[in-house]
């Protein structure tokens, strides 16, 4: 097991570093002559862009993956997506046609929730499309067809690798699927040279791990930590805040900013930590009105922004700032997740939980 580590501590460590070379995988021989090839959905892309809707199904780190794709696969591909936790789907045995694609995500592909979810939607007669990091898994072999995102094997019970590849698995199937269209060219290349460039981002991302770690400690005594994101970014808010949960064993909530008046508001005050997500976007101006907003209640703020951004996010300079590398708008939750990733990491390493097998937990549920 040590070996399989090499030089680092735990597995879930290993894995949030090895991010830029799990991206490279991901995307290995997909991205051509300006273009994407999936070969999994080469010769479904034709009845995925006639259909009504795509309903992307899931559950945790996976269903937030597909929250994160959600934007721009619409954007991408003019379909209207729905969102569909894989257990809330059956609870209420909701609606899905003959005329759906139904989008399965799992890293694991053997998921109960989300396997009998896709046993629903195959009776239904919905196109079934797998996003799974495991061959040969129930989940691959069942669906219509799919894409293996190749993120390498994943080991720690909190999914770190798996989401980030799955996103950019996601963006690959939304330039694919879109692919037919002239109006959004320009902005298909400008997310092609993005995933291009991802690697590289991703290694400077994660040159934040001292700083995180300082975070960490700063935040080891909170009995509670809220997140707040939107847009783009409303998945990162979700994901970052499971992380911190699973491993660290605190109480974390992702919250959508647009939502923090209708409520979360109240909680605010001068010792309840809030990470506010405040990356350069179309909503960046509402979340500089958020921070105001979170400030003026004497919030205690963490502000991820981009770099360069600290003054334009907080100019009186009362807040922590995290500065991360700019990338494509829609790609930037793949940026954004990992200094929350290791803030989860050494927030668990300092309070001495079990990193790779918290309390109660397994890597793959596969019962219901
Ligand atoms: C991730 O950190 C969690 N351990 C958990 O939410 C996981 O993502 C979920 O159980 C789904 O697993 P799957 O991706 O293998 O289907």
């Known amino acids: 097991e040590q070996i399989k580590k090499g030089s680092y501590d735990h597995f879930m460590q290993k894995e949030i570093h090895e991010q830029p070379h799990s991206l490279k995988t991901t995307m290995r021989g997909r991205l051509k002559d300006g273009g994407v090839l999936l070969g999994g959905l080469k010769e479904y892309l034709k009845t995925i862009r006639r259909c009504r809707r795509v309903v992307f199904i899931g559950c945790g780190t996976s269903y937030n993956a597909a929250l ?22 059956l609870d209420r045995q909701g609606p899905i046609y003959r005329e759906d694609t139904a989008v399965f995500v ?18 239904n007669g919905a196109l079934c499309v797998g996003i799974t990091n495991t061959v040969g898994s129930t989940l691959s072999r069942k669906t219509h067809c799919g894409v293996h995102i190749n993120a390498g094997c994943e ?6 690798k798996a989401y980030t590849s ?7 199937m939304a330039l694919a699927i879109g692919s037919d269209q002239i109006s959004t060219q320009a902005r298909r290349e400008t997310i092609i040279s993005g995933l291009t460039n991802l690697s590289s981002n991703v290694s400077e991302v994660l040159k934040l791990d001292v700083e995180m770690k300082e975070l960490a400690s700063s935040l080891i005594d909170s009995e509670s930590l809220l997140v707040f994101g939107r847009g783009y970014n409303y998945a990162t808010a979700l994901e970052g805040a499971l992380k911190v949960k699973e491993v660290a064993l605190m109480h974390s ?11 979360p508001l109240a909680l605010v005050d001068e010792n309840l930590p809030i990470i506010v997500i405040a990356t350069r976007d179309a909503c960046f101006s509402k979340q500089q009105s958020v921070i105001q907003q979170l400030l003026s209640r004497k919030g205690r703020l ?9 003054s334009a996010v907080c100019p009186s300079g009362s807040c922590r700032v995290i500065e991360v590398p ?5 790609l930037q939750p793949v940026i954004n997740i990992i200094p929350l990733q290791l803030l989860a990491y050494h927030l668990t390493v300092l309070r001495g939980f079990d990193v790779d097998q918290p309390r109660n937990l397994a890597k793959s549920v596969t019962t219901q």
């Not at 994160?68 to 789907?89: K, Q, Y």
């Open 68 to 89: 994160a794709a959600r934007p721009f696969v619409e954007e991408l591909t003019g379909i209207p997506v729905t969102m569909e936790v894989a257990s809330d789907l």
């Open 253 to 263: 909530e992702g919250m959508l900013a647009g939502e923090m008046k209708h409520g």
């Open 326 to 330: 700019q990338v494509a708008d829609c």
């Open 155 to 160: 080991i720690g019970v909190a999914s770190t």
């Open 106 to 123: 799992s890293q694991s592909g053997e998921t109960a929730d989300t396997l009998m979810a896709l046993d629903y939607a195959l009776e």
């Open 166 to 172: 799955q996103i950019v698995a996601m963006a690959m």
């Open 302 to 310: 963490i502000v991820m922004c981009s770099r360069g951004d600290a």
